[in-house]
């Protein structure tokens, strides 16, 4: 049988039928979630590389740490073996857990390795995404009728073999695979550097031992001051220190938020935004009067709650040294998941000048010998590197069919995705892992349950036109909640959001042992455990 590459005797799925119920394509963290769930379709799983992980086994640099506590990050009912450590997991312990968690429900047996589409046909016809309910009937999308034909390249092979389903479940993210390139006036562009160039994906793929050799006395530029940024920038200073070791200069556009730890003046992060009651005063989704009345009434208290954190991170962290302090709430930032936890000593290195910052808030573009800013500001450079993010949308696009792959990006540059799933006017597909909130494993987990029950029968989806109300209603609660709403984060109303999903299929909302607790308690993957 097939064996994922270093799996040992994990047996892999061997053979890929012509006609299969359910294919899912993508064997991260939402496509474990999508197997567990539809075991009993035999689900085939596509994943292009020899291994399970997603962006956390191909997609990472070597000191990079997850950013949520372990207890935080966590199947409902596959815990860490060491939730207590308070340290943030690596990313190699990241792939060792979702290894173990496919060991314990024999996921391997759905897992095609080495198999990557190209390409996906729909079969429906012409007007079959176009009905007033979706997939014609609303429910029930499991039929016994192939809906759509997936393309599969596997190995050196340039032959497209296709096998058809009935229902097909993406899960191939936001980050990773597709970079988001800058884009320069001619002769403003990295043509006219001397230096090199590098996205950070193509970093990722570099050894340890290559990265040091690559960066160790060069001057660099980071591009960016978002997670992906600070991390590399942290790299590139822990390489220079040596004797003729250079400085790494960050590149700032866009200032956000930078958190040290989950822990604000002595009091747990989660109280703040992880209870039922610190979430009443933040907007939701189609909310009615009433509650849009309170939320107006309470934006003392959450201008409050924001400024509190603020005061705290500018305490704790030289941000106004380095000019590093933003120019909105602390709110916006975790209301559109880009909030990101500092790595440790960051702000050592930039003590030591090891990290420098520059502000580019007009602009940049390349010269003969690094980058020149709007302002007329040069920044001498031997390496630049790219931390400007990923089009995970556009993965989509390269594979789906029109009219669909048009269909991707709504109105508010979102995914229209109703309950983060399921595009109101693409038939037998949903989409998972396109949802971000403070643990997106949860979320990709309760969405892969609530699919579940779709395909099932358990429930009924509403109309095409009410559900593209209700996607309307999360782009305007988030605009009205964070000036970053084109990101899909639902941070601020993720317990409102599970409430959603819950009812839907017939289960508790209120997940705590008493009310004291529901309304105080923060909530995570542990209170969604099935029964």
Request: hydrophobic share 40%; net charge neutral; with cysteine.
């Amino acid at each position: 049988m097939a064996m994922a590459q270093g799996q040992g005797a994990r047996a892999t799925r061997e053979a890929v039928p012509p006609v299969s119920r359910v294919a899912i394509i993508g064997g991260g963290i939402s496509g474990l979630a999508a197997a567990k769930q539809m075991a009993a379709y035999d689900p085939v799983v596509f994943e292009a590389t020899p291994s399970v992980g997603g962006v956390w086994k191909h997609c990472v640099y070597r000191t990079t740490r997850l950013q949520t506590p372990r207890p935080d990050y966590e199947f409902s009912d596959y815990s860490w073996k060491n939730r207590e450590d308070p340290s943030f997991p690596t990313h190699t312990e990241i792939v060792d857990y979702l290894e173990g968690y496919a060991d314990e429900f024999d996921l391997w047996r759905y897992i095609s390795f080495g198999s990557k589409v190209v390409d996906i046909k729909f079969l429906g016809g012409a007007e079959a995404g176009f009905t007033e309910l979706w997939s014609g009937t609303g429910k029930d999308p499991l039929r016994g009728k192939p809906m759509w034909e997936v393309g599969i390249v596997t190995g050196d092979s340039n032959t497209i073999q296709y096998y058809k389903f009935e229902f097909v479940v993406m899960c191939t993210g936001k980050y990773g695979d597709v970079p988001r390139m800058p884009v320069f006036p001619p002769g403003k562009g990295p043509e006219v550097f001397k230096g090199t160039v590098m996205h950070s994906l193509d970093y990722c793929k570099l050894s340890e031992e290559e990265t040091v050799e690559l960066m160790r006395g060069k001057k660099v530029v980071v591009v960016g001051y978002k997670k992906s940024a600070i991390d590399l920038a942290n790299e590139c200073a822990q390489a220079n220190q040596v004797k003729g070791g250079q400085p790494c200069t960050m590149l700032v556009r866009t200032l956000h938020w930078v958190v040290p730890s989950y822990s604000i003046w002595g009091l747990p992060f989660s109280m703040f935004y992880s209870t039922r009651l610190s979430q009443l005063f933040y907007e939701r989704p189609n909310q009615g009067f009433f509650r849009s009345l309170l939320c107006r009434l309470m934006s003392p208290l959450r201008a409050g709650v924001s400024k509190f954190i603020e005061s705290y991170l500018s305490w704790k962290l030289p941000l106004g040294k380095y000019g590093l302090t933003p120019d909105h709430p602390f709110v916006e930032d975790y209301a559109s998941c880009q909030m990101a936890i500092l790595p440790e000593a960051f702000f050592e290195m930039a003590d030591r000048g090891l990290v420098r910052f520059q502000r580019a808030s007009a602009g940049w573009c390349f010269s003969e010998n690094g980058v020149v800013l709007n302002d007329g500001t040069k920044v001498e450079a031997d390496l630049v590197f790219l931390a400007t993010g990923f089009e995970g949308k556009d993965k989509l696009r390269e594979v789906l069919p029109k009219p669909f792959r048009d269909l991707v990006v709504g109105k508010s540059s979102m995914m229209p995705l109703y309950r983060g799933t399921i595009h109101p006017l693409i038939p037998n597909m949903a989409f998972v892992g396109f949802v971000e909130s403070v643990s997106n494993l949860h979320t990709s987990e309760l969405r892969c349950r609530w699919l579940s029950g779709l395909l099932e029968g358990r429930f009924e989806l509403p109309s095409v036109k009410a559900m593209m109300g209700h996607v309307a209603g999360e782009a305007d609660a988030m605009r009205r909640t964070t000036r970053f709403y084109r990101r899909h984060c639902i941070s601020t109303y993720s317990i409102h959001d599970s409430d959603g999903m819950c009812a839907d299929l017939g289960s508790a909302t209120l997940r705590k042992g008493n009310w004291i607790a529901e309304l105080f308690a923060p909530y995570n993957n542990k209170d969604y455990k099935e029964q």
